[in-house]
């Protein structure tokens, strides 16, 4: 079975440039993840789809970055302009969640990408 | 919110050493805990979860990991490491429906 796929793993954009990040997940999870790496740091949550619909954005800065997942298959992370600070790792991961909210969000495992590595200059 | 904290950033051990890695979290609901790693070059893998049930979880690779609810704790442990355990070990924690990491500690095991 194919894992989660991303592209491209690196990039290295001059700052105020666009950039954008695309990821596959695994074929029938319903719930998608965006999150940023930081060097020395765990991974932090971005946002979280289920299905088409952006359910958690509260930690995407949303003057710069924006994210679409279109049919509730493949999504786009997109920053516009770039910053420096904007270098980092970004991780796409994908799992199976329930109907049932009260259960669906205890039993699921995250599956997670390579990465993408962003270097700002 | 809930936070994760890992007690060491960097642990240097030999080859057959035991291991034990700290995890302590702060959620005041029911929680799912979950250790992944990241071997060199990797991408991040899920080493062991716990849900439910025994507080004593087995993972794969001879990983084990022991949820204490009083004290907020979910350790990773490993009677004997190999030189290919050298990783960086991500702790974290599930409330509702955000998983939180914790800042990871990197192992090195020296041959």
């Known amino acids: 079975e194919a894992g989660v796929v991303q592209s491209p793993r690196y990039k290295i954009i001059e700052k105020k440039q666009p950039v954008a990040f695309w990821c596959n997940p695994i074929?029938?999870?319903?719930?998608l993840y965006w999150y940023l790496q930081n060097l020395g740091q765990g991974p932090e949550l971005l946002i979280r789809?289920?299905?088409?619909?952006?359910?958690?954005d509260s930690q995407l800065p949303k003057d710069r970055f924006s994210a679409e997942r279109l049919k509730g298959v493949d999504s786009t992370l997109k920053i516009q302009p770039a910053e420096l600070g904007d270098s980092a790792v970004y991780l796409c991961?994908?799992?199976?969640?329930?109907?049932?909210?009260?259960?669906?969000?205890?039993?699921?495992?995250?599956?997670f990408g390579p990465g993408t590595r962003l270097t700002v200059l | 919110a809930q936070s994760v904290s890992q007690h060491n950033h960097h642990v240097i051990l030999s080859e057959a050493a035991s291991l034990e890695l700290g995890c302590n979290y702060s959620?005041?609901?029911?929680?799912?805990l979950f250790w992944y790693v990241q071997y060199p070059g990797q991408h991040l893998q899920l080493l062991l979860k716990?849900?439910?049930?025994?507080?004593l979880v087995k993972g794969i690779k001879g990983f084990e990991a022991e949820f204490i609810k009083s004290k907020f704790s979910f350790n990773l442990r490993k009677p004997s490491v190999q030189w290919s355990d050298t990783a960086e070990y991500f702790c974290?924690?599930?409330?509702?429906?955000?998983?939180?990491f914790g800042k990871g500690t990197m192992l090195l095991v020296s041959p």
């Open positions: 991961a994908s799992s199976l969640e329930g109907r049932d909210r009260e259960y669906s969000s205890s039993y699921n495992e995250q599956f």
């Open positions: 074929s029938g999870h319903n719930t």
């Open positions: 789809y289920e299905n088409e619909e952006a359910v958690d």
């Open positions: 959620y005041g609901g029911t929680v799912n």
């Open positions: 716990y849900f439910s049930g025994d507080p």
């Open positions: 974290a924690v599930k409330g509702y429906s955000t998983l939180t």
